[in-house]
C-alpha cells in the first residue's frame, strides 16, 4: 500500500526518491552536551563527494535533491523535457536557491521539501514562498517526518502532496486533512481571511 | 468585551474534537512522547513534576462573570479547587488528568474559550493593558485590535512550528502597561500626525535566559497592515531563526546576530511583497469586532461621592484599600479595582474555586458582569461606582480578596516555581510567603511605598524578575536551590533590566535580604523617591555592601 497523498487520496507514487550515499561516519554535532538536531538555514547537506557519488536511475521519474541535480543538468535536461525529473530541497537550504538553478521551476512537474523532524516549520515557509512568490504551480510534496497532525498546516502552505512517514498509516492521516471548516487566516489554500470570505454576524 | 460567532465557535469546536483524538492517540500508543509533545504544548499542557499542568488562554486578559464561574467549576471538579493566574494573563490547573483535558477542553469550550497556543512553539496568547478601555491615559483602545490578532494567530498554518516561543504585547496608552518593550513584538498604537491609528512595531525584546529589550523595527505603519507586517517579522524569524540550540532560538537572537538594520532590512523586503495582501485589515472588520468593545452603558454621574468621602475619612482601612486598590477611570463617578491574589503567606496569583464564583458575583453586581486579569496577577473590576466601592470592599475582603498591597512590596509577582513546574530550579511560592510574612505589617509596607518584587524559579523568567524593582532568580547550585538577586530593573516606558547585586543566597537568608535592600533605601531616600528612583540615583553599591555585611557579620 502506497504511503502517498495527493490531492486528497492515497495514490501510487511513480517516483524514486534518489539519495546520495552516505560516505564515511557522520559526525554527531553536539552543543552544551545535547544533540544538535536541527541544521541552520544555509548550512549544506551533502558534501561535494557524496554528490558525485550519487547514481541516478537511468529511466523512469527520478526526484532529485537540488545539489545533485545542478551536477548532472546537462546530461539530464531531456529527461527533464519529457518530465521525468523532480527537484528536492531540505528545510535548511534556502529556497531562493533552488529558484536560481531553474529557468523556469515550473518545467518540473514535482518539487519536494525534506523535512528531516517535524517540528522544523522551515517548511510552511518554503511551501508559501514557492506558491505565492515563485509562481510554481505542479505538484508539492512534503518528504521525510511527515506526519497527520501537521498535515493540515502543510495544506494550507500550499503542499498538495504528502509522503506519509513509512511507519504511520497514510489513510489515518487523510482525516486530517479537514481537522478546521473554515479557519481564520488567509494563507495559500485560501488566500482570503475568513472575514472575506463569509459574512461574519454582527459585520 | 468579544462575543464568538458561529466561525468562532465551530473553530473551537473542531479544535476539541482534533485534541481529543490526539490525546487518545497518545494513550493507546499510537503517538510517541516526541510526537505529542508539540501538540499537547500547542494546547498549554506540559507534564509536570507531580501532574500535567494545563494553561487556559485568556486572551489579552479579558473574562466575563460567566468564563470566570466556568473556571471555579472547572478547577473545582478537575482540580483541586484552585486555580493560578500567570503573567501572560491566562490561568493555570496544576493538577489535571491527562485523560480528563479533553472534557475540560470542551467545557470551556461552552464559555467561548480553549487552551490553543498557550504553550510550544508559536504565536502565544496576545496580552495587553488591564485597563485597556478605561484608562484616562489611553490613546487608542487595543482590544478590537487584539482581537483581531487572536484569529489570525490561532493556528496560523506558516508560524505553527516556529524555531521557540513568539509573544506578542499590543499598547494604547502614553505609559506602557503591557511591557511591550519585553516582547518578541511589541505593538505600540498611537494617534499620527494625520490623526490616523498608527502603530510604532517594536521587536526583539524578551526576558529569558537572556533578557533584551526590544528596538523599533517601524516608528509608524498604519493599522490596516498590523497582520501582514507581522508576517513578515515572523516569517523571516521562521526561515532565519536558529533552531540548533533551544537557548539561542528566540527572535532576540536573530536580532542581536544580523543586527537590527539588517534584521530590519529583511524584514522591510519580505513586506513589500505581503503588504496590501488579503490579510490587510479591513475597517468593515475592525468594525465588526471593535463594536464588542463599545463602552459600557455607564450613568452620569458625578466626580464625587460624598458617602466615599465620608468612609474615607473615617475608615482608615477601606482609605488604605482605596489608596493601592482603587485606579483612575475614563468614565467621571467610576473606578477599576483591584482584587488583590497576594494576601500574605499565599501562593501569589493563586484563587480558589470559592474566590473565582466570588469574583464572578462581584463583577455581576458591581461591574457590568466583566473582569480582567492583570500580569501582575491579579483580578480587576474595571467599571465600579465610586458609590458602590464601600460595599465592593466589604464583601471582597470578607473573601480575602482585599488586601491594601497593589503596586507594594508584598504584590509579588512569582511563577509557580520547584513546587509545580518540572523546568524551576529552585521553589519560588514560599520565598514569596517568607518575604510576605516579613512585611506583613501594613503601616510599614505603605511607607516603603511602591516597589515592584518579581520572583522566577528559573532563567525561564516567568516570574519576569529581571523588571523587577528587585528580581530573585533560583538558581542550582551543586544540586541545592539559591536565589540570585537584581535590583533596578523596571516595566514601563523608561524600562530597564535590572543589575545582579552579588553572589547569591539561600532560601532562608532571603526575607533578610529583601529588608537590607529596603532598609537603604528608607535610609537613603528623598522626599519624592521611591525605591527604584533611588537605586537608579545611587547604583548598586550602597545595597550591595549593606546587604553583604551582614552576610559577613552572620
Known amino acids: ?158 503542499f498538495n502532496s504528502y509522503l506519509i512517514r513509512a511507519d504511520r498509516s497514510a489513510e489515518d492521516a487523510l482525516k486530517s486533512l479537514q481537522d478546521f471548516s473554515q479557519p481564520y487566516q488567509g494563507a495559500v489554500d485560501m488566500a482570503q481571511p475568513v472575514w472575506r470570505r463569509v459574512q461574519r454576524q454582527g459585520a | 468585551m468579544y462575543k464568538y460567532d458561529a466561525i468562532d465557535q465551530q473553530i473551537v469546536n473542531e479544535r476539541v474534537a482534533q485534541y481529543r483524538d490526539q490525546t487518545s492517540r497518545y494513550l493507546t500508543g499510537q503517538l510517541s512522547d516526541d510526537e505529542f509533545r508539540p501538540l499537547r504544548l500547542q494546547n498549554g499542557l506540559y507534564i509536570q513534576r507531580h501532574a500535567p499542568m494545563l494553561r487556559i488562554a485568556v486572551p489579552y486578559g479579558m473574562l466575563s462573570s460567566k468564563q470566570l464561574r466556568k473556571l471555579g467549576d472547572i478547577a473545582k471538579r478537575f482540580d483541586k479547587g484552585y486555580g493560578h493566574f500567570s503573567t501572560r494573563q491566562n490561568l493555570q490547573l496544576n493538577w489535571p488528568k491527562l485523560e480528563d483535558t479533553p472534557d475540560i477542553l470542551a467545557e470551556l469550550a461552552t464559555v467561548e474559550m480553549h487552551a490553543i497556543q498557550t504553550s510550544g512553539n508559536c504565536i502565544r496568547n496576545i496580552t495587553t493593558d488591564q485597563f485597556a478601555g478605561i484608562a484616562p491615559d489611553e490613546v487608542i483602545d487595543p482590544r478590537a485590535m487584539a482581537e483581531v490578532m487572536r484569529q489570525w494567530s490561532t493556528f496560523h498554518p506558516e508560524f505553527a512550528l516556529l524555531p521557540r516561543k513568539f509573544k506578542i504585547a499590543v499598547s494604547g496608552t502614553k505609559q506602557d502597561r503591557a511591557i511591550v518593550q519585553a516582547h518578541d513584538i511589541g505593538m505600540e498604537f498611537y494617534l499620527d500626525s494625520n490623526n490616523k491609528v498608527a502603530i510604532k512595531v517594536w521587536g526583539g525584546g524578551g526576558l529569558g535566559r537572556t533578557p533584551i529589550l526590544g528596538t523599533v523595527i517601524r516608528e509608524h505603519i498604519e493599522w490596516q497592515h498590523a497582520l501582514t507586517y507581522c508576517e513578515a517579522i515572523i516569517r523571516v524569524y521562521n526561515l532565519h531563526g536558529r533552531r540548533d540550540n533551544a537557548y539561542k532560538a528566540r527572535i532576540k537572537i536573530l536580532v542581536k546576530a544580523l543586527g537590527i538594520d539588517e534584521f530590519r532590512r529583511q524584514v522591510e523586503e519580505e513586506w513589500q511583497h505581503l503588504k496590501d495582501g488579503p490579510n490587510t485589515i479591513t475597517e468593515a472588520e475592525l468594525q465588526r469586532v471593535a463594536q464588542h468593545f ?123 516555581g520547584g513546587d509545580f513546574c518540572s523546568l524551576a530550579n529552585a521553589k519560588s511560592i514560599p520565598i514569596a510567603e517568607a518575604i510576605q510574612m516579613q512585611f506583613d505589617n501594613l503601616d510599614y509596607l505603605h511607607d516603603i511605598g511602591d516597589l515592584e518584587l518579581n520572583i522566577s524559579g528559573c532563567m525561564n523568567a516567568c516570574g519576569h524578575h529581571h523588571v523587577g524593582h528587585i528580581g530573585i532568580l533560583g538558581v542550582d547550585k551543586d544540586g541545592s536551590e539559591w536565589y540570585q538577586v537584581t535590583i533596578g530593573g523596571k516595566q514601563g516606558n523608561d524600562a530597564s533590566i535590572g543589575s545582579v547585586i552579588g553572589p547569591s543566597f539561600s532560601a532562608e537568608e532571603m526575607p533578610g535580604v529583601v529588608q537590607r535592600l529596603v532598609e537603604v533605601y528608607l535610609n537613603e531616600r528623598t522626599p519624592e523617591e521611591r525605591f527604584i528612583d533611588t537605586v537608579r540615583r545611587l547604583g548598586i553599591a550602597p545595597f550591595k555592601a549593606h546587604v553583604y555585611q551582614a552576610k559577613e557579620a552572620a
Not at chain 1, 553536539?30 to 558534501?47: D, I, M, N, P, S
Not at chain 2, 450613568?299 to 486598590?325: M, Q, V, Y
Open chain 1, 1 to 158: 500500500m502506497s504511503n502517498l497523498i495527493k490531492d486528497n487520496a492515497i495514490v501510487a507514487d511513480e517516483w524514486v526518491r534518489v539519495i546520495p550515499p552516505a560516505l564515511g561516519e557522520e559526525t554527531v554535532r553536539k552543543q552544551a552536551g545535547k544533540v544538535v538536531l536541527f541544521k541552520l538555514t544555509g548550512e549544506a547537506t551533502y558534501t561535494p563527494e557524496q554528490v558525485a557519488a550519487t547514481k541516478i536511475p537511468s529511466t523512469g521519474k527520478v526526484l532529485l535533491p537540488l545539489d545533485v541535480w545542478l551536477a548532472n543538468k546537462d546530461q539530464l535536461a531531456s529527461r527533464v523535457n519529457q518530465g521525468e525529473v523532480g527537484l528536492l530541497i531540505a528545510t535548511h537550504e534556502p529556497v531562493e536557491n533552488l529558484l536560481k538553478a531553474v529557468t523556469d521551476i515550473n518545467s518540473f512537474p514535482l518539487v519536494a521539501v525534506f523535512v528531516e523532524r517535524f517540528p522544523d516549520g522551515r517548511i510552511f515557509s518554503i511551501g508559501n514562498l514557492l506558491r505565492t512568490r515563485y509562481g510554481y504551480k505542479n505538484e508539492l510534496r512534503a518528504v521525510g517526518d511527515v506526519l497527520r497532525d501537521q498535515l493540515f498546516f502543510l495544506k494550507r502552505s500550499g
Open chain 2, 294 to 416: 463599545e463602552p459600557m452603558p455607564y450613568e452620569n454621574l458625578p466626580a464625587h461621592d460624598a458617602g466615599f468621602d465620608t468612609a474615607i475619612a473615617s475608615n482608615p482601612a477601606f482609605a488604605a484599600w482605596a489608596k493601592r486598590c482603587v485606579h483612575p477611570h475614563k468614565q467621571a463617578g467610576y473606578r477599576a479595582v483591584t482584587l488583590s491574589l497576594k494576601p500574605h503567606g499565599k501562593a501569589p496569583g493563586d484563587a480558589t474555586s470559592e474566590q473565582m464564583w466570588a469574583v464572578a458575583d462581584l463583577s455581576d453586581e458591581f461591574s457590568f458582569g466583566e473582569l480582567r486579569v492583570s500580569h501582575e496577577q491579579n483580578l480587576i473590576l474595571s467599571d465600579v461606582k465610586l458609590s458602590d466601592l464601600f460595599a465592593l470592599w466589604e464583601k471582597a475582603r470578607a473573601h480575602g480578596l482585599a488586601t491594601p498591597n497593589i503596586g507594594l512590596l508584598t504584590d509579588i509577582i512569582c511563577c509557580p
